[in-house]
Each structure stands twice: as C-alpha cells, then as structure tokens.
C-alpha cells in the first residue's frame, strides 16, 4: 500500500507545450502533447487532408477530361485511377499536414 502511495507521489503535473495547461506526465505523449491536443490537431490534419485529396483528383479528372479525353470503354478505369487518386493523396496530405501541425506546435 505505501507503494502505491509513493509511486502517486512521484506523478507530477507537467504542462503541455502546445496549450500549457498542466496535465499528468503519465497523460502526455513523447513530444508532451496532451491528448485533447492531439486530438484536434488529428482533427485539423483529415480536414486538410482530404481537401488536398480532392483538389488532386480534381485537378486528374480534369486532365483526364481535356487532354486525354477517354473513350466510353475505359471509363472506368479513369474512374479508378481518379479515385486512387483521391484516396492516396488525402491519406498523404493528411500525414503531411499532422506532421507539420506537431512541429509547429501552436495551440489551438
């Protein structure tokens, strides 16, 4: 029991770097983010992320659409290659923009 009661002793509260409100060290992540924190930079990053996934395969489609222009046949591979497109760079830019989010540390 005094064990315990040692090992409560020993918890601190460290404050967040990107918000600063104080928080147990054992709630906080490597880079001492805390989880609300990440969250909405979580957040944030598959907003941006999706946004870009869909630029690009607008920006396919539309090249698709003017240069390439695609016979009815292979319709569907476009369509393919259009939604890989979007999935992929979404899933990037997502990555991408949590990365930098986390580095720039900022609060929200």
Not at 19 to 46: F, G, M, T, Y
Not at 63 to 92: C, D, E, N
Request: charged share 20%; aromatic share 8%; hydrophobic share 45%.
């Amino acid at each position: 029991m005094k064990r315990t009661a040692l090992r409560h002793d020993l918890a601190t509260d460290i404050a967040c770097v990107n918000c600063h409100r104080p928080d147990p060290d054992s709630n906080l992540d490597r880079h001492l983010w805390c989880e609300r924190c990440i969250a909405v930079a979580r957040h944030q990053a598959k907003r941006i992320g999706w946004m870009c996934g869909a630029v690009l395969a607008a920006a396919l489609a539309l090249w698709i659409y003017l240069v390439q222009q695609p016979s009815r046949m292979l319709i569907g591979g476009w369509l393919g290659a259009v939604l890989a497109t979007f999935w992929l760079g979404g899933r990037a830019g997502m990555e991408l923009t949590y990365g930098i989010l986390r580095f720039r540390g900022r609060p929200q």
